[in-house]
């Protein structure tokens, strides 16, 4: 399909934003563009566009819906990047009623996309192990083969100009930003169940890499937590005793790491030496990815509580709801307030000074046949649009109400 992006659209301006520190982080998957003024981000989004990802089977002779299972990448006031469960990349207008380009690759996409900030370009890994890297108008940038399956969302060392990757069996890779090629592919610490025939082993990494210190890049693997140097030495190396499958997360005002094992702990460690200095428990298993804003990182347990705790790990405020689903993250809007979509499949909104709940998407839409239920970690613009998703094939385009129109 031929690019109908609008005209100009990659000379928007460069974005100045910090390092991305989580899985989910804005920074990762937002490039700026048009748009911007203020929004009413503390109150409830309205569901302003709707489209439903379907698929036509001959072998089952029916229109079957296509699950989205990867977080979008966002153009702020331009559009929307989205990949599915078909091997489909597509760029949707901003109110998904318009397909600007579609690509197809070899597999379904799980991990979230991710942008090359100085370049804008969109970067995309397949369960295959398939990496590309595409400019705004589709065209292929270059493209890498990992030997094995990519879950985890990958991160960009930006001083580096460095895509560090984290892929099943045990792998990590460093790739060059700007043209793919490998500088490092190198073996992570192994599951201890790795060693015993663990059916599930070689389901790991999971959580996704963050960057750290001095362009390191911490890794979750095994039971351990890893940082690796840009040519892919290993800097430091600390056992954690349990397994991790949610991402770290970076304090930035004390350069302080933030490990969340399965045992419902949240691990603090000196991200320049992985020497622990604190920790905090939360009394349930942790699998959401935990976020950071300002000086607080709020971590959800599967009993859907939220805890946000400052970087020496003191208690600053407990919610009893807002916690995201398994396997997905707590985020943060252009406002510093958090989201995540909860296990009941709405986005919650929590304030991130004490906690408090602000509002609760809904996406109830009166259609036939339509689940309303979420899946996928939301993402925001400041342009005022909120992009999410289902397994059920269903995405959305949320509109925060603008200031000026009070």
């Known amino acids: ?48 566009g709707h489209r439903r990802l379907t698929h036509d089977s001959a072998h089952l002779g029916q229109t079957v819906p296509v699950p989205v299972s990867s977080t979008p990448a966002v153009v702020a006031g331009v559009g929307v990047v989205v990949a599915s469960d078909d091997g489909r990349l597509r760029f949707f207008d901003p109110g998904l009623g318009k397909v600007y380009w579609e690509r197809r690759l070899d597999r379904s996409v799980y991990a979230s996309l991710v942008v090359d900030q100085a370049r804008r370009h969109v970067i995309v890994a397949t369960t295959s192990g398939l990496i590309t890297c595409f400019d705004l108008r589709g065209t292929l940038v270059w493209s890498r083969k990992a030997e094995f399956p990519v879950f985890a969302t990958p991160t960009v ?67 351990h937590v890893v940082a690796l140097a840009t040519d892919g030495t290993e800097v430091w190396r600390q056992e954690i005793g349990h397994p991790v499958k949610a991402s770290p997360a970076l304090l930035s005002d004390t350069g302080r790491l ?80 958090f989201v995540a979509t909860a296990e009941r499949g709405n986005i919650v909104c929590l304030a991130r000074e004490d906690g408090r709940f602000l509002w609760e998407s809904s996406q109830v839409l009166g259609l036939p046949d339509h689940e309303p239920a979420l899946d996928i970690t939301p993402v925001a613009a400041a342009s005022g649009s909120m992009y999410a998703a289902s397994y059920g094939g269903d995405l959305y385009q949320f509109l925060f109400q603008p200031c000026d129109e009070e």
């Open 258 to 337: 933030a490990v969340c094992p399965v045992d419902g702990r949240c691990v603090l460690l000196d991200a320049k030496t992985g020497r622990p200095e604190a920790e905090v428990r939360l009394g349930a298993k942790i699998t959401g990815s935990p976020a950071v804003s300002g000086d607080v990182l709020a971590v959800g347990t599967q009993l859907g509580t939220v805890t946000g705790l400052t970087s020496s790990g003191e208690v600053r405020w407990t919610s009893p709801q807002g916690a995201p689903r398994s396997y997905t993250s707590l985020t943060v809007l252009p406002d510093g307030n």
């Open 1 to 48: 399909m031929p690019s109908s992006l609008p005209a100009g659209s990659p000379g928007l301006p460069a974005d100045s934003s910090p390092l991305p520190a989580f899985r989910h982080d804005p920074v990762k998957s937002v490039l700026p563009g048009r748009g911007g003024g203020a929004f009413h981000w503390d109150r409830e989004p309205a569901v302003c």
């Open 157 to 223: 060392l930006p001083g580096a100009d460095l895509l560090v990757v984290a892929a099943f069996h045990s792998r990590c890779l460093g790739l060059a930003l700007g043209t793919g090629e490998i500088v490092y592919d190198r073996p992570l610490p192994r599951p201890w169940s790795a060693a015993h025939g663990g059916v599930a082993a070689y389901r790991d990494p999971y959580a996704s890499p963050v960057p750290a210190a001095d362009d390191t890049a911490v890794l979750c693997c095994g039971e």
